[in-house]
């Protein structure tokens, strides 16, 4: 379990044994999507996937114990950035097949329902496509 006051299952922090006690509770995973991209000269790279990740958190204990927030997905697609040092860009494809990937091993653990909280806006084309895909699996 995680660390802070408040609870939340925060995927990263748990162990297989704590997972599977918790399974029978949570309703939906919560998947946080983000980008490694500038952010101007003081901007850090992490923004978009830490401001997903932290407001999936307070949506996790929100709704703890029902659901899981998953690992966060750090690399998007920002390939319009891609000429500023150190930016990290996914194909969309690549991208698509990631995040369909976790849905999918979310399903085997019997979690069926998922959204995604998303901090980069240049995801949302494919965020839109792995949830109308996701659909016909």
Do not use: C
């Amino acid at each position: 379990m995680s660390s802070d006051k408040a609870k939340v299952l925060y995927l990263p922090e748990l162990t297989w044994p704590e997972v599977k006690e918790a399974l029978p509770d949570i309703k939906v995973a919560i998947i946080p999507v983000g980008s490694t991209e500038q952010h101007g000269p003081h901007g850090t790279f992490q923004t978009d996937f830490a401001a997903a990740r932290e407001f999936s958190l307070l949506l996790g204990q929100a709704l703890y114990p029902n659901a899981l927030v998953t690992t966060p997905v750090p690399v998007g697609i920002s390939e319009h950035h891609i000429r500023f040092p150190g930016t990290l860009s996914l194909r969309a494809s690549t991208f698509v097949d990631v995040l369909l990937d976790i849905a999918v091993s979310l399903k085997k653990h019997g979690i069926k329902r998922f959204f995604f909280v998303n901090g980069h806006g240049g995801n949302e084309p494919g965020l839109t496509i792995v949830t109308v895909s996701y659909t016909h699996l």
